[in-house]
């Protein structure tokens, strides 16, 4: 029987869940943005308050090829973080951190990163905390792996937490816009790996 791939982008708005039922009554979901085929699941995730790219597919294969940790897929943030960022803290991103992640100790890969000038996203809802004495700076991260709360554990241990995360990129596919909660039909896998 041949069932027909089907595959779609989303920029996950903060707030909502990584799957299509809530855990508890009134969560926002994926359901809440678009009417996705019954056989559709979500590749990965993002936690509730991070935001932009998730991909999600029927087909089992991509899923495979894309969270597998031989494979070592590109997966690209920006972080907006409290303070200025040193080169220093630049430098040990891209070194490798010593992070604690579920109870166990863990070296993150070398990581690429860099001061980004503020780049044009719409405002969050509801907007992150200021503060009038504390800087804001943003960050983009290009990581290969994907650890439970890696990029935000990287950024707390350089001394810059997280305020606000937003993927946009896995593999070969960079979100089309950065309209949050837009959906985004992908005609074939080719266009994500």
Request: charged share 25%; glycine share 4%; hydrophobic share 40%.
């Amino acid at each position: 029987m041949y069932i027909r791939r089907l595959y779609f982008a989303v920029y996950k708005p903060f707030g909502y869940l990584s799957q299509f039922t809530p855990d508890i009554p009134g969560q926002l979901t994926l359901a809440h943005l678009y009417d996705f085929p019954p056989d559709v699941y979500p590749v990965g995730r993002l936690d509730k308050n991070s935001e932009g790219l998730l991909i999600l597919t029927n087909d089992k294969t991509l899923t495979e090829t894309l969270i597998h940790p031989s494979s070592k897929k590109l997966k690209v943030y920006w972080a907006q973080v409290e303070g200025v960022v040193a080169h220093e803290s630049l430098v040990r991103l891209e070194s490798g951190l010593r992070l604690r992640i579920k109870k166990r100790e863990f070296t993150t890969a070398p990581a690429f990163a860099r001061i980004l000038e503020t780049p044009a996203v719409e405002e969050r809802n509801p907007p992150i905390r200021y503060r009038a004495n504390i800087p804001t700076s943003w960050l983009e991260i290009k990581i290969t792996e994907g650890k439970f709360h890696q990029v935000r554990k990287m950024c707390a241990a350089i001394g810059n937490p997280v305020l606000r995360l937003i993927r946009v990129k896995i593999a070969q596919y960079t979100l089309p816009s950065l309209s949050i909660g837009q959906v985004y039909d992908i005609p074939s896998k080719e266009e994500i790996i």
